[in-house]
């Protein structure tokens, strides 16, 4: 790259005090990259104060190695913008990092990012603010995104959200937001195509991953699919590595491999419920280690958080007529899982009785329970009691093979299973 299309915010007046707002700085070094046809944003080492930083096609972002970029407090930093906000189209507090429909653009370096999340989760939780939240960075419509390396801390909502992108790369990027604070979840592929995530250090106070494609009232249906993650570590998160709710434009094509959760809520989850439509199938899980997750992998077809989420249609376990709004789980299938200190129970599966959980199989399964486990709920959804040191309950899954999977220091049976069709345990607990 040449030197001429390296941009520094400091020759631009950005001030590294971390109290003098740089964001005329950022400003002005995108446009001459856009002059340049494109270039680095370069950020130096020093601690640098910003509201939102709106990207253009064929931009590099860097920040250094002992830069700290920090975002603004101020909601008038950062201007409405129209995007996806939990699965609807909707106005919203422009992301602290954007860019809709660009190509070519990515965030690298070995700096800091803080987003100085805490008065934005206060205003939430005070139910104080005109639009949703900030999130930290978002490309939507956008093709070939990069981002590497960095390290991301106190993020108001959503951490890494991509909507609607093709070729989307996240690799060895850190992720710390507090355990308690509300929705920042790790990194949130939504209607997304070919998304790559890898490497990745996560400890957030929502899910760690999560892969999402819309709800039933997103304009647009657009499927989540050919997603990979890979060699990553998720810590505290609601979940490790979570599909849905909001999948009613589908989800396919997914594997997760080579990763280790520790203390998180659930491990592999997948959720949805009745008027969502959408499918999930041709999901492949491999070689993955947990330590201290309350329940590690679950399956829920009854979820009931979320707008519509209390509607008797939701809650009714007598079978409805399968329409565009059934959603339906099939071809899932995990191997190679070691989960220990385990507490509500090994596994949580319940479909719907007219969309069972469908051609799914389990291969070198291995679920220890903790001593001191406490009792919990493992799957969000109505008159589902605490569970303690439970085995793996099946209620409406069809068709699935148990091969090698053991469940130990357990209380009752090791496999619960009702409405059921064609399950096989082969060298199981019994």
Excluded at 211 to 220: A, F, R
Excluded at 221 to 248: A, F, K, Q, Y
Excluded at 386 to 399: Q, T
């Amino acid at each position: 790259m040449s030197y001429t299309t390296i941009f520094n915010i400091t020759d631009f007046g950005a001030v590294p005090d971390g109290k003098t707002l740089c964001t005329d700085a950022f400003k002005a070094a995108v446009r001459k990259c856009e002059e340049a046809g494109g270039g680095t944003v370069y950020v130096p080492a020093g601690r640098f104060l910003t509201g939102a930083i709106h990207l253009s096609s064929n931009i590099n972002l860097h920040i250094d190695a002992g830069a700290v970029l920090m975002f603004s407090q101020n909601p008038e930093d950062y201007p409405i913008v129209y995007s996806r906000w939990e699965g609807e189209e909707a106005e919203v507090y422009s992301p602290l990092i954007y860019g809709d429909n660009v190509e070519n653009v990515s965030i690298t370096g070995y700096g800091t990012l803080d987003g100085q999340g805490e008065p934005w989760w206060k205003l939430h939780r005070e139910k104080k603010l005109k639009y949703p939240r900030p999130r930290f960075i978002c490309f939507q419509n956008s093709e070939r995104v990069l981002i590497k390396g960095i390290k991301i801390t106190n993020s108001p909502a959503w951490t890494i959200n991509p909507v609607s992108c093709n070729n989307v790369v996240i690799d060895g990027v850190t992720i710390k937001n507090p355990a308690d604070s509300p929705n920042t979840d790790g990194i949130n592929p939504d209607s997304c195509r070919n998304v790559r995530i890898s490497n990745c250090y996560i400890s957030v106070g929502d899910d760690c991953v999560a892969i999402k494609s819309g709800v039933e009232y997103s304009k647009y249906r657009i499927p989540c699919e050919n997603i990979t993650i890979t060699n990553c570590t998720m810590l505290d998160g609601h979940g490790g590595v979570v599909i849905g709710s909001e999948m009613s434009g589908s989800v396919r094509n997914i594997t997760i491999s080579n990763c280790v959760f520790e203390g998180t809520d659930r491990g592999i989850r997948i959720k949805s419920r009745r008027g969502r439509g959408g499918v999930v199938e041709d999901i492949r899980v491999d070689n993955i280690v947990m330590k201290k997750v309350m329940c590690p992998l679950v399956m829920n077809l009854y979820y009931f958080c979320g707008k519509g989420g209390k509607d008797d249609i939701v809650r009714d376990k007598k079978p409805h007529p399968v329409n565009e709004g059934t959603p339906a789980f099939r071809r899932i299938h995990l191997s190679n899982v070691t989960a220990r200190e385990a507490g509500a129970c090994a596994g949580f599966f319940y479909g719907l009785p007219e969309m069972p959980i469908e051609d799914v199989s389990f291969h070198n399964v291995y679920v220890h329970m903790a001593d001191d486990a406490k009792p919990d709920v493992p799957a969000m959804m109505d008159d589902l009691e605490p569970m303690k040191k439970r085995g793996i309950y099946l209620n409406n899954v069809k068709d699935a093979v148990f091969s090698n999977v053991k469940i130990t220091n357990h209380e009752g049976k090791a496999f619960t299973i009702e409405n059921c069709e064609n399950i096989r345990l082969t060298d199981c607990s019994e």
